[in-house]
Every structure is written in C-alpha cells, then in structure tokens.
C-alpha cells in the first residue's frame, strides 16, 4: 500500500506541492453531485483515510452538494495539516433542480470564492480553478475579465494560486499573460486524449495536468486492452489507467474520485504501480493514436 513517504510529489510553486496521487471530492455528495451523502460517516472517514495514506491534494467545488462538499471536508480535516492543499473551482452555479448553470460573472465569481472561505473554514484558498467549461467541450473565448477578477483576489491574499478548468490553449496563453496559472483540469484519460498536445505543453511549462474522469467519470472506461494487461500485471484496469496516467506525463496530478474507503486504498495503490514497456505501448493506442509516457 501507498504510504506518505512513497507518494510521488510535484512542486508547482514556492510553497506549493502536491501529491500527484490526490483526491477528486466530487463523489462525496448524493446521487448527481447534489444533496447529501447516503452515509455521511463514510464520506468523512474516506476524507480522513485519504489523508492518512499520505494524500496532500484534495480536489473540491463549492458548487458539489451544492456546498456538501465543502462542509464534509471542513467537519473531517479542520483545522487542517501543515502540507494539505484544498484545491477548489468557481464559475458555476447549481439549481434547484440540480442543473449545472455557468456562472461567470466577475461579481458572482467574488462571491463564489467567499462562499468557498466560509465553507471550507479558512482564511485562504490554497488552489482556484476559474470553470470555463463542462466536459463536452472547449472554446477560444476572452477569460480576460473573468481571470482578473480572480487574479486581484490572489493579489489581496484569498487566494495563493490560480488555475484553470476546461479551458483551451488559448485561455491558457490569455490567462498566463495576466497571472501564473499553476494547474490545467480538463477532460483527460486513457481513451479520450484530444488533449494530448496540452499535457505535454504543461509538462514543458511545470504546470500541473489535472485530468477530471480520468476513470472514465459516468461511464466507466471499458476496453478489452486495459482488462487484458490488467489481468497479465494481476491488478484492476483501474488501477492501470491511473499507473498509465501519471507514466503519460511528469506533471500529470491525478484526483479520482470515490465515496468508499476500498476503492479510495486501491486507487492510492495505483501510485506505486510500475507499467512495463510493452504494456505501456499497448495501453497507448486505446484512444486511437500511439501516445506513449513522457
């Protein structure tokens, strides 16, 4: 099993590292990302758990529950450990229906990032992801006014570190032109890797790669390739997909989501988990094109 002295850590900025094993809170909430937990107790020993295997990023978003989320993390973790980076997103709404509504405003993202302090119980928020998109795609639009909103937040001291999410190459080179941005969280896994030239670009800039449904996310990820060198290295395609994850890139930094302490364990253990060449290789031509670990 993964322990915190084997985790392998990615440092992005003074004073910022992180485990590039982390943990997606998504899950957490009910059914939807919206409501309560089925078992609040679990959702807080996973939380903990998580932390015990050494874990230093959590992933979260005021807009999971909504707000569920963040009140769990703040009733397992508070006050947090020296070294835990809560890393969350802005730029959505949730309706009463459980409708995900963008929500882009500069006034409302000030006010999302407040929302966040409260729930979260600090002072600061460690990583801000501004929320371009859902995962059905990206564009090319001006981030400009939405990015210096938060920017100005970071130069005030609510937030350390600036990322984006769902976002393009050119959202990327707009924002990095008005403030550092240290993470990309886009749609990224072993089948769908339109993204590919992305990671690389991240990896050459030190910037952290964060794949969301980096398992395949509502539907999960089902190749005969990924079962087969499975069952050859006799562990779970979930755990190869994960292994080929952070092999792809140096600065690829995973956050699989999960509401159960097993799965949370068997996800960290994929951490240490050494693909061979060849199967490496096979693994590669899942999403269409051989692309091999960096």
Known sequence: MSSAASLPVLPLAPG?????MGYGAMQLAGPGVFGPPRD???AIAVLREAVSLGVTHIDTADFYGPVITNELIRAALHPYPAGLCIATKVGARRGADGSW???LDPDDLRAQVRDNLEHLGTDVLDVVYLRLSAHEGVSDQSLAREFTALAELRDAGLIRHLGLSGASAAQLDEAQAIAPVVAIQNLYNIAVRH????????ARDGIAY????????FSPLQSATLADVAARLGT???QVALAWLLQRSPTMALIPGTSGRAHLREN???AGLDLP???SRELGTIGGAAVQPA
């Open 101 to 103: 509504n963008s929500s």
């Open 210 to 217: 964060v794949p969301f449904f980096p398992l395949g996310g």
């Open 236 to 238: 779970s395609p979930q």
């Open 40 to 42: 609040r107790a679990e």
């Open 16 to 20: 910022l590292a992180i485990t590039r």
């Open 195 to 202: 993204d590919d030239p992305l990671v690389d670009r991240a």
């Open 268 to 270: 960290v253990a994929a």
């Open 277 to 279: 060449a060849d199967a």
